[in-house]
Each structure stands twice: as structure tokens, then as C-alpha cells.
């Protein structure tokens, strides 16, 4: 985590800055868009991944970076062979000819 913690302030810092832009635009739709975001990425970039994300990892210790040994683990393939039915071609109709009908009008 702390390695990719430079880009991930970096990234933050740039989209931040994109999304505040957005607040000189006329348009107050684009105003609400832009604080918004901007925020919402200030907030992640700070109290999520400063504090949340470091607190959890604590708290889980090894059983964070261990694998699942759960349902997960277990589900069933999902391989066209074992998937009844997945390889057969579909049905197509051969196309008929169009008949003409001959019309009153056309004489």
C-alpha cells in the first residue's frame, strides 16, 4: 500500500483539480457535478485510504491478505463443456421466397 501511495494521492490531487474546473461552468447542474466529485475524491483520497483502509488492515492482520476458503473458492465452472446446451447452434429458418400477388390495380 504505501508504494502505490504516492500515485494514488497524485491521481487524486489531478482529478480534483479537473472536477473543481467544472465549478466556473454557467451551468448549475455542472457546479453540483464538479463539487461533488471533487469532494467525494478529496474524502477517498484522505479519510478512506489514510485512515479506513490502514485501520481494517490492521484489524484483519493476516486474514487480509490470506485466500478464501469459502463458497467462493468452490463455485462451479462455468466452462462451455459443462454448461448444458452452451455450444449448440441455433436454429435459423431458411428464408422462403417472397410470393407475388398479382393486383387489380397493376391491371
Not at 494514488?8 to 489531478?14: E, K, R
Not at 461552468?25 to 455542472?30: C, G, N, Q
Not at 478512506?48 to 481494517?56: D, E, F, K
Not at 491478505?65 to 455450444?87: D, F, L, N, Q, Y
Amino acid at each position: 500500500m504505501a508504494a502505490s501511495a504516492g500515485v494514488v494521492s497524485s491521481a487524486a490531487l489531478i482529478m480534483t483539480g479537473v472536477f473543481t474546473v467544472f465549478m466556473t461552468l454557467s451551468a448549475i447542474e455542472y457546479k453540483m457535478l464538479g463539487l461533488g466529485m471533487a469532494l467525494a475524491i478529496l474524502i477517498d483520497a484522505t479519510v478512506v485510504r489514510g485512515v479506513l483502509l490502514p485501520a481494517a488492515m490492521s484489524l484483519l492482520g493476516e486474514r487480509a491478505w490470506s485466500r478464501t476458503t469459502g463458497s467462493i473458492a468452490r463455485a462451479p465452472s462455468a466452462e462451455p463443456s459443462r454448461v448444458a446446451g452452451a455450444w449448440r447452434r441455433p436454429r435459423v429458418r431458411q428464408a422462403q421466397p417472397v410470393q407475388r400477388r398479382s393486383s387489380a390495380l397493376n391491371g
